[in-house]
């Protein structure tokens, strides 16, 4: 809900569904790299959608009238879980450009590394060819958050002289390395 005093705005060309699940994955992102063990959204559905009040509208899916459809921060969410899954917060990476973070995450039995990636800025940043260093990766998949996709869109990438390239936004993707 717009008028609500805790809205996500439209930023550029991202409507308010995407901006609320850019900011939601970020906070979740920002929680486990502040040692935050686990975390939970207030409220799974909206309330009522079109009342400006706090919280009406905050839901990862539609009202009890809408059949409580999802909305793209559902699927924004759902994707991070799956991707995430196993893993621990392990660092920040310096990613070289003041605007972008990086996040590592291992798995359990470290043969795993995902990494979370993202601009963290509220303007609508882009940068292509972004390079992460993998080192000797055997394997280098990367998972971008989509809307109506559970588990979003996947992609292997091309390891060349130990980094992959790929293109940054506010919307984290997730870059699986398996070592």
Known sequence: QPESVQAAVAIDTNDIYEVQGQWILRSFLEAAASGIDKAFLFMLRDANALDPNKYN????????WYGHQPKKSWFYVNTMNQQLRNTRFEREVNSGNPTVSVYQFNSQNADTTVYAVWCRTSSNAIINNFEL????????KMTLPVNQKPNGNASNLTVQSGKVSFRVTERPVFIQVIN
């Open 57 to 64: 509208s905050c839901g990862l899916t539609n009202e009890l």
């Open 133 to 140: 260093n993998v080192g000797a990766a055997i394997q280098v």
